[in-house]
Structure formats: C-alpha cells, structure tokens
C-alpha cells in the first residue's frame, strides 16, 4: 500500500482514481475537484492519510485501484448516502490540527508548491501502472496512405507560416504557463494546447521549411524548458509531414513533443542548466520525468471539440526509449516503441543538440543533424524517422549541399 498525505491536498486538488469506501461504494468519481467541505470532514475525523489499495479484482484495464478514506456525509452528489463509515487511518500520534473556517482566508494552510509536486511525482507511478493494460493493446505503428492535405488556415492566431519574433514568444509564453499550472496540479482544458498545435500542422502543410526554420532559430538562442517544447513540437510536426501521416497523426506528433518534458518542472534542482555532469542521484532523478510527463497530462481535459488521445500519453512516457533497449525508463525496443514517440525522441535530440548548455555551446545544424544520423545508422534512433528530420530540412539522402535556408556551409552526404 501506498498513501497521499491529506496536507497535500486542498480545495480544487484531483485525485487520478475514484475515490471508494472499504466496501468498494463510490464516493468521489475520478478527476473532480476536492471539496472544501471534504477536507474539513476528513480533518474533523482525525484522518492524516487517504490509502491507495490495489483490489483483487481484473477490470478491463487491469486491476481496479482505489482510494480508501473515512466515511464523510452531505458533501456532495457523488457521496454515498449512507450512514458514516469508520475511519480508516486516525491519527494516534498527534492530534489532528483543526481546520480553520475558510481555507481561502488562511494561506498557510494551503500546501507549498514543494508539496504538490512531491504528491504529482508519488502519483505518476500509479497513473503510468493504470494506463499500460490499455497502452499494451494498442499499435505501435501509424499507418501512410500517400500524403492527404491538410486544411489551410490562417490559424487562430493569425495567418502567414512564418511567425514573427514577437508571435513566437506569445505561444511560447502559453506554453510555459501550461507548464506551470500542470506541475502545481491545475487541470488544462485541452482548448488552450490545441490552437498551438492545429497552427504548427497546418503551417507544417504549407511550408514545411519555414516552420523547421523557425524552431531552428529559436532552440539556437535558449534551452529554456517551454522554448525547447515548442520547438520540438515544430519539428515533429514538420518530420509526421514529411513521413505522409494523416493530419491527425501530424497533430498528435506535434502535441507529443510539446508535453513530452513538461514532466521536467517536477524536477526539484535544474538540472537542464547544471554547468557540469550529472550526479548518479541526479540522472535517477532526470530518468523519472517520462514518466511524470505522462501523468503530469492526465490534467488535460477534454472539451467539445479537443480531446487528448492514448497514443500520445504513450508517446510522452515513451520518447526516451531507443530501438536497440538502450532507453528509459523501461528500456523497450523497437516493437516496443509507438511511432509518435520515435518521431518525438528524433526531434528532442535534434534541438536538445542545437541548444546551448551551461556545459557547451549549441551546435551548428550540420554538426546536429550528422549527429542523428550517427544515432540512427548506429541503431538507437528509427532510421525512417532520422531519413524525415533530413527530409523536413531540404536536403535528399544524396545531396552535396543544404539550401542556404538552413546552412551556408558544404553538408556532408547524409546516410539516414
């Protein structure tokens, strides 16, 4: 067993499971906000933790998980209308603090932001063993059939495929305070990502050299998190055309590499700007933001008309796997591997090498690319997917020199 301690939650917080009695009753359905009203109960019953149990039973995704807490009465539609339960794990040791009259009115009683993240990172564990029944039923590959176009619209936020300086640190800046509302534990509605990501696809379909471009001058400047994430999904948007994926598969490469280290703002020291190699406890650390990627998007709420699919969960807890088993976190090979997350783990390395580090200087596009064709013909990386990023730039697998777009000086011949 496993538990979350009740100070780590305050109003609005929402757990990734139904929230049952000992007998299995529902209390609370998974992902509704946490009420003041709960809370105060729970705190008037002397409960310090709510227990995670693994039940007996096989549901259709695998074992059914949920919370245990003590009984609470008359705090909302989804309690159960019976007469009070036991509780469940009563604080012997010290008494439970009372709880003040409106949370709202005492700060100090909300939980630092240390706190709730230190709760979404025990939690990714949990989400990842929910999701994987469900992730291992599903295809590893994204079928082609030609290259179908994709519509060709201005976009939300204004027409034209090359965007502005001014207009990428606009989305930019979405993107890093989607960032920070995930990693405090806020849920996202999936409308405020999709605009983003429908305007990098459909500018992908249009010029496809101009949106690559873009990502590359951005990652040359800064490796700063939201920066990185937005020019990865550039890349992978631009590397899924190329590939002949349909325009919902081009979107879903694109959500991939925007979400897949929004997992990194649960880290609790930068490492991405450490000016020296990493520590063993350091890169254990770094190792785990896959997964809490994963978990960290299960924050994203569907809407009307957006909604998140599984194979880009997958693709997220997946990017840093390596065809040979040489990845992470779980060392899979390559009919292990979805596609999204070979496209997004070629296109992390790409602008991961483009991007100054506290410890080197960013390399040049020629150095960047030769290094992901070292990558692909030595085995980790997908050699179709490294052969897309060559194609995304311009250039052909026999090609003597890389358009002056990208890079003024000779290319070598690429071999991906």
């Known amino acids: 067993m496993s538990s979350i301690p009740l100070s780590d939650l305050e109003p609005g917080s929402r757990l ?14 998974a992902r509704r906000p946490i009420s003041e009203d709960v809370l105060r109960a729970l705190h008037r019953r002397k409960v310090s933790d709510l227990i995670f149990r693994e039940a007996g039973e096989l549901g259709e995704d695998g074992p059914t998980r949920t919370w245990l807490m003590a009984g609470v009465a008359e705090v909302g539609e989804s309690i159960a209308a019976h007469a009070p339960l036991p509780i469940i794990v009563p604080s012997t040791d010290t008494p439970a603090a009372p709880a003040p009259a409106s949370r709202e009115d005492d700060p100090s009683s909300r939980p630092s932001i240390a706190h709730v993240r230190a709760s979404l990172r025990r939690a990714a564990d949990e989400v990842i063993a929910a999701r994987t029944p469900r992730w291992n039923r599903l295809s590893r590959e994204i079928e082609t059939s030609g290259r179908p176009p994709i519509p060709r619209t201005s976009g939300p936020f204004g027409a034209g495929p090359t965007l502005s300086g001014e207009a990428r640190r606009e989305r930019i800046e979405l993107v890093d305070r989607v960032f920070a509302r995930l990693s405090a534990g806020e849920p996202v509605g999936m409308g405020v990502v999709a605009p983003i990501i429908d305007e990098l696809a459909d500018d992908a379909g249009r ?17 700063d998190l939201a920066t990185h994430a937005f020019a990865v999904a550039s890349v992978c948007a631009v590397v899924a055309h190329r590939l002949g994926w349909t325009g919902a598969d081009i979107r879903s490469a694109a959500l991939a590499g925007l979400l897949a280290d929004c997992g990194q703002t649960l880290l609790q020291w930068d490492i991405r700007g450490a000016p020296r190699p990493l520590t063993d406890v350091e890169t254990n650390a770094l190792h785990r933001h896959p997964a809490w990627s994963g978990a960290l998007i299960e924050l994203l709420d569907d809407d009307a008309e957006h909604s998140l699919d599984e194979t880009v969960q997958l693709a997220v807890y997946q990017h840093h796997e390596r065809e040979d088993g040489t990845g992470y976190p779980t060392r899979a090979r390559a009919g292990a591997i979805h596609d999204l997350a070979r496209v997004v783990a070629v296109a992390d390395i790409f602008v991961g090498l483009l991007s100054p580090r506290a410890h080197r200087p960013g390399m040049s ?18 050699r179709p997917i490294a052969r897309g990023l060559v194609l995304a730039l311009g250039l052909e697998p026999s090609t003597s020199r890389a358009p002056a777009v990208i890079t003024r000086t000779p290319a070598r011949r690429i071999a991906a």
């Open 16 to 29: 990734a499971y139904d929230l049952r009695d000992p007998d299995g009753r529902l209390l609370l359905t």
């Open 207 to 223: 010029d496809p050299l101009a949106t690559v471009r873009s990502a590359i001058e951005i990652a040359a400047r800064t490796d």
């Open 365 to 382: 596009v020629e150095s960047a690319l030769a290094e992901v064709v070292r990558a692909a013909s030595g085995g980790s990386l997908s």
